[in-house]
């Protein structure tokens, strides 16, 4: 039981450049959710998926898009990435999403764009 | 909308004694749920207490506990007999029963640090 699991660790980007960020959860959650986390802040909520098939923005989406490909995983895109999206992103998953149930987070993907 | 604050940036503790760590929010809502996260170098968010505003007895994990005062919309995380693995970024975080989104709202974060 790996949890939530993210890939790539770390990647460097051009401002420009497109890339694709991977989430999977071996847990059976309904709900899945892409934060960033800036130095100094909290996470912020970029998207998420309350259940398979279903996407909605968080706070701070601009620039992003998601893909609910099954109820395992769950891709976050950058299609023309900016310096201001240096950050680092958590992906979290939880039984649903007006609960108590605890959200569990995977490792994160430190993204650099110069 | 509701807000998490975290008023100390840092915080130093000697291994063996006790820290509180303060956390207040703003909400207008009667029902809602609260949480500490621990955020070691790794990076990895683990849980570590979580409280349902509607309950008035304090949570308790180990050697970690709350202090819930609704009225006073604060949260602090007391954390007994430190340990040289508990240092790390601890971020409050609230969440809306009934909120579609689900998603968790996070404070700024205080760094602990623990000494031996």
């Known amino acids: 039981n790996a949890g939530v699991t993210q890939t790539p660790k770390f990647q460097v980007l051009k401002t420009g450049q497109s890339m694709t960020l991977q989430c999977a959860q071996d847990?059976?959650?309904?709900?899945m959710y892409w934060y960033r986390q800036d130095p100094g802040m909290g996470l912020r909520l970029i998207y998420y998926?309350?259940?398979?098939?279903?996407?909605d923005k968080g706070e701070v989406p601009n620039g992003y898009n998601v893909s609910r490909l099954n109820k395992r995983e769950f891709s976050l895109r950058l299609e023309s990435a900016a310096p201001s999206q240096t950050s680092v992103y958590f992906c979290?998953?939880?039984?649903?999403?007006?609960?108590?149930?605890?959200?569990?987070f995977g490792p994160g993907t430190r993204l650099l764009v110069l | 909308a509701q807000t998490v604050t975290q008023s100390q940036p840092e915080m130093s503790v000697q291994e063996a004694e006790t820290v509180t760590l303060s956390c207040t929010y703003d909400?207008?809502?009667?029902?809602?749920?609260l949480f500490w996260y621990k955020q070691p170098p790794s990076r990895q968010m683990i849980l570590v207490i979580r409280?349902?505003?509607?309950?008035?007895q304090n949570a308790t994990e180990n050697r970690f506990s709350v202090n819930f005062q609704k009225a006073a919309k604060s949260f602090s995380l007391k954390i007994s007999d430190s340990q040289l693995g508990d240092a790390a970024m601890y971020f409050c975080?609230?969440?809306?029963?009934?909120?579609?989104?689900?998603?968790?709202?996070f404070g700024k974060g205080t760094k602990l640090s623990v000494k031996p």
């Open positions: 979290a998953s939880s039984e649903q999403t007006t609960s108590l149930k605890t959200q569990y």
């Open positions: 847990m059976n959650h309904n709900s």
């Open positions: 998926s309350a259940s398979e098939g279903t996407t």
């Open positions: 909400t207008s809502e009667s029902d809602y749920y």
């Open positions: 409280q349902e505003a509607y309950k008035q």
């Open positions: 975080a609230y969440r809306s029963p009934g909120r579609s989104q689900g998603n968790l709202i």
